[in-house]
């Protein structure tokens, strides 16, 4: 079956420009999450969707960055007014249930954003 | 809060020749601990993950792991390494919640 897709894969935007990255995870997945792979990191978490309600965004690093998940299948992270520390690689995944440690999350291919 | 370290960061191997990956975790209680292998332009793929019982876990691929409470360690092995094992893995802890830690990652180059 198809596994999580994100969109666009690659993303250049300048200093200062509104960017959305959008989520597809897998179909009848409950759970969503957002997270953020800096150059030579690991993932970092961001964001944590239950369904329709954002339980969690204590990993979003400011206020300029918003994620939604209206309908709870589709989700868009947004960033506003770009800067260049937040180039790196945003990665989406779902998991079956709610969100539990012993639930396997399945991860997107990733967006890579370069703000210059 | 939980946490992981990889302490290599590259290790080049010899296609044929056994593999052993490197991750410490940090956590107070018992850890859920995961394995994935991302591979270029490709999303991060689950190789294997401990929750509880038998300590040594097999994965996809050949791969296992041991996890050793007394160094709270997960280390991955292959005993013999394919080409197409070349990727980055990354090493992740979870706790109580739904949160993953990751390791920065170890990039594993294999020569012919």
């Known amino acids: 079956g198809a596994g999580v897709s994100q969109s666009p894969r690659y993303k250049v935007a300048k200093r200062g420009q509104d960017v959305a990255l959008r989520c597809d995870p897998i179909?009848?997945?409950?759970?969503l999450f957002w997270y953020q792979q800096a150059l030579g990191q690991g993932p970092e978490f961001l964001t944590y969707f239950q369904n329709e309600a954002q339980l969690d965004k204590s990993g979003l690093p400011s206020d300029r960055f918003f994620a939604e998940r209206p309908e709870g299948s589709v989700s868009t992270l947004k960033i506003q007014r770009t800067q260049q520390e937040d180039s790196a690689v945003y990665l989406c995944a779902s998991s079956l249930v709610a969100g539990g440690p012993a639930d396997t999350q399945y991860f997107g291919p990733g967006t890579r954003l370069t703000v210059l | 809060a939980q946490s992981v370290t990889q302490p290599d960061i590259h290790i080049t191997v010899s296609e044929g020749a056994s593999l052993e990956l490197r991750c410490n975790y940090s956590y107070g209680a018992t850890p859920y601990l995961f394995w994935y292998v991302q591979s270029p332009g490709q999303g991060l793929q689950l190789l294997l993950k401990?929750?509880?019982?038998?300590?040594l876990v097999q994965g996809i691929k050949g791969f296992e792991a041991e996890f050793k409470r007394s160094q709270s360690s997960f280390n991955l092995r292959k005993p013999s390494v394919h080409w197409s094992d070349a990727a980055e893995y990354f090493c992740a802890v979870g706790g109580d919640d739904y949160k993953l830690s990751f390791g920065a990652g170890t990039t594993v180059t294999v020569r012919a």
């Open positions: 401990y929750f509880s019982g038998d300590t």
């Open positions: 179909s009848g997945h409950v759970s």
